[in-house]
């Protein structure tokens, strides 16, 4: 897996934990060995920008997620895509549940690889399973101590 991390906000968030937790969620579901991710970890004017410019909302968002085209053998994709994610909404909603603001962009992380790897949150139903699946796959993450993240 190759995870490809820019962090635009200040103090930077830890590249090396960002890749491997991404790395973890797409060997778990099923991403080939050479699939690449793009993550961004920004603030809310960029997170804000890009919501407007892609998806017409002119407000902030705490995750976006842009799957790519590009397609290997047996339909499986080689550039998995781009997922955003905002450090300010993770900070914002960690303080109002009284958690840990790195708990909560890990959360955002698997949420935005989850909607590339297929998964949906559009019905009650599907929305039950992915959040199923997330819970699994941070939990995983946090066991394995592949995340060490501050916010």
Not at 119 to 138: F, I, K, N, T, Y
Request: hydrophobic share 45%; charged share 25%; net charge positive.
């Amino acid at each position: 897996m190759r995870v490809l991390v820019r962090s635009t906000v200040r103090p930077a968030i830890d590249a090396a934990a960002v890749s491997r937790a991404a790395a973890h969620v797409m060997r778990r579901e099923g991403c080939r060995p050479g699939t690449e991710l793009g993550v961004l970890i920004a603030g809310e004017r960029a997170m804000r920008a890009l919501n407007l410019r892609y998806r017409g909302v002119d407000r902030g968002t705490d995750v976006l997620a842009f799957p790519m085209a590009d397609r290997g053998a047996g339909g499986r994709a080689r550039l998995l895509g781009d997922v955003a994610v905002s450090a300010a909404r993770a900070r914002a909603r960690a303080r109002a549940m009284g958690v840990a603001a790195g708990a909560e962009l890990l959360l955002y992380l698997v949420h935005g690889i989850l909607h590339l790897c297929g998964h949906d949150d559009g019905s009650p139903g599907d929305r039950a399973r992915m959040e199923r699946r997330q819970r699994l796959l941070v939990g995983e993450i946090v066991r394995k101590g592949l995340w060490n993240v501050t916010v």
